[in-house]
């Protein structure tokens, strides 16, 4: 996993849960670096570096496209 790239990052897990479902649908190859520390001790988010959504290079563009319908999409906004 060390050719995946870092496109997003997140505070808190409440922000990855609809973006995890839809990047699932697309059978894309995803990882979110620290999910599992923020979910046992939230408040450490800020200090590891928040929750980082890493993506194989070549999924980038679709990542991106998924990411900024989500966050137009006023019904599923990332807050």
Do not use: C, W
């Not at 999910?35 to 890493?54: D, F, H, V």
């Amino acid at each position: 996993m060390t050719e995946f790239v870092a496109i997003a990052v997140f505070d808190y897990p409440h922000e990855i849960t609809v973006l995890k479902h839809l990047l699932d649908q697309t059978e894309i190859q995803y990882f979110f670096e620290n999910e599992t520390m923020t979910n046992i001790a939230p408040m450490y988010s800020q200090a590891l570096g928040g929750i980082r959504l890493k993506v194989h290079p070549d999924d980038v563009e679709m990542v991106r496209e998924i990411l900024k319908k989500l966050k137009d999409d006023s019904h599923l906004r990332i807050v």
